[in-house]
């Protein structure tokens, strides 16, 4: 391969990807300083998870049986535990095929939760509990990053940011939080990691490939100049 053509070759793979170098860079940066994005106690939701057990719990022979006879199946059961939601103390019982919520005290199963238990839960998330503006039910939401659509309830808030608070229906669980400052970080990381057009890491092996292939043959150059220097 003549020379002339070797350095067309890198100059061409340089150009393009030399921008989506300096992207991952400058994107890298805001993303490894995003407490300027998004306050650290915000992002963190340092909700108080700790409780008291005031009376009596259900016993757990209750709850199967009656998960069980609602669902007419015997279930094997992945997972209970206990947890608090605005001091009212709960069991959380995952069958690998559905999750339910059940007062602990008297074993009621409250999934899928109502909309006013929605709007407490969510309201633990946001700073300075605002006031609600909304509460929508959604059947399809898709989740930004693993791409499956669930039933979630939309909570919003009226704060200056626009907060809303998506959770799972059926559990209560946090399925995302936006606002205006977090959809900006957002883009920065997909940005960063080339999420788009649902290329999943396409985007980001092709550009790493570039990268790699940039360098090489820039190697390869600097090695054909050193030799005639020698010669």
């Not at 936006?178 to 290329?199: C, E, N, S, T």
Request: glycine share 4%.
């Amino acid at each position: 391969m003549k020379t002339a053509a070797k350095y067309k070759i890198h100059r061409t793979l340089s150009i393009i990807v030399v921008p989506f170098l300096l992207l991952s860079i400058l994107t890298g940066f805001f993303r490894a300083n995003q407490q300027w994005i998004w306050p650290e106690g915000y992002k963190k939701k340092k909700v108080k998870t700790d409780f008291v057990v005031k009376d009596k719990l259900v016993s757990l022979n209750l709850i199967t049986t009656k998960i069980d006879s609602l669902s007419e199946n015997k279930n094997y059961y992945k997972d209970i535990f206990l947890k608090a939601e605005n001091e009212q103390l709960l069991y959380q019982v995952n069958t690998g095929k559905e999750k339910y919520l059940i007062d602990a005290y008297t074993g009621k199963i409250i999934s899928p939760i109502e909309p006013g238990f929605a709007k407490s839960i969510a309201s633990q998330y946001v700073n300075g509990k605002p006031e609600v503006i909304s509460c929508t039910l959604l059947k399809d939401y898709l989740h930004r990053k693993t791409k499956e659509k669930k039933i979630v309830y939309e909570i919003c808030f009226r704060n200056e940011i626009h907060s809303c608070i998506y959770l799972d229906y059926r559990t209560g669980e946090i399925v995302e939080d936006l606002d205006d400052r977090r959809d900006w970080g957002i883009w920065i990381i997909r940005l960063h990691d080339y999420d788009f057009f649902d290329a999943k890491k396409g985007i980001t092996n092709t550009v790493s490939i570039g990268m790699v292939l940039a360098a090489i043959s820039g190697i390869w150059i600097y090695r054909i100049r050193t030799k005639k220097k020698v010669l």
